[in-house]
């Protein structure tokens, strides 16, 4: 049987691999403080214990905003194009992934605007399932 954090730990060895293509990182549970930087956070929501183990993730990108002078105004505006790109290659390592020990499967995703950040960010939820008793 796995841990949540053995679940994060999986997620974080299938992404890694997509952060060269950062500005920043890919890191569990929280976010660099002050980060204005293109990153990636995994966490978790719940993961039930047994045989049959069902579990509910969170990957969220964050992307900085853009400045956009609008009638003699500074103001942040997502980086649409960027949010896109990160989110397609995201789910590309971690959609629909059945073997014989677990499966990972998008559930769904929502973009965020993170106040404090001045970002926006997607927010993957994701499912891990796994159908047999895990031994270390």
């Given at each position: 049987?796995?841990?949540?954090?053995?679940?994060?730990?999986?997620?974080?060895?299938?992404?890694?691999?997509l952060e060269e293509?950062?500005?920043?990182g890919?890191y569990?549970i929280?976010?660099?403080a002050?980060?204005?930087k293109?990153d990636?956070v995994?966490?978790?929501?719940?993961?039930?214990?047994?045989?049959?183990?069902?579990?509910?993730?969170?990957?969220?990108i964050h992307?900085?905003?853009l400045?956009?002078?609008?009638?003699?105004?500074?103001?942040?505006?997502?980086?649409?194009?960027?949010?896109k790109?990160l989110?397609?290659?995201?789910?590309?390592?971690?959609?629909?992934?059945?073997?014989?020990d677990?499966?990972?499967?998008v559930?769904?995703?929502?973009?965020?605007?993170d106040?404090?950040?001045?970002?926006?960010?997607?927010?993957?939820r994701?499912?891990?399932?796994?159908?047999?008793?895990?031994?270390?």
């Open positions: 049987m796995r841990t949540n954090i053995e679940v994060i730990d999986l997620i974080y060895q299938i992404l890694k691999p293509g950062l500005s920043g890919i569990k929280q976010r660099p002050n980060s204005n293109e990636i995994i966490n978790s929501l719940i993961l039930a214990s047994g045989d049959i183990q069902k579990g509910t993730f969170n990957i969220n992307v900085p905003d400045l956009i002078k609008f009638k003699n105004q500074t103001q942040n505006q997502p980086d649409l194009k960027r949010l790109e989110n397609k290659l995201v789910k590309s390592k971690i959609d629909e992934i059945y073997n014989e677990y499966n990972l499967f559930l769904w995703e929502n973009t965020l605007k106040i404090d950040a001045k970002n926006h960010y997607i927010n993957i994701i499912q891990f399932i796994s159908y047999k008793a895990y031994f270390n």
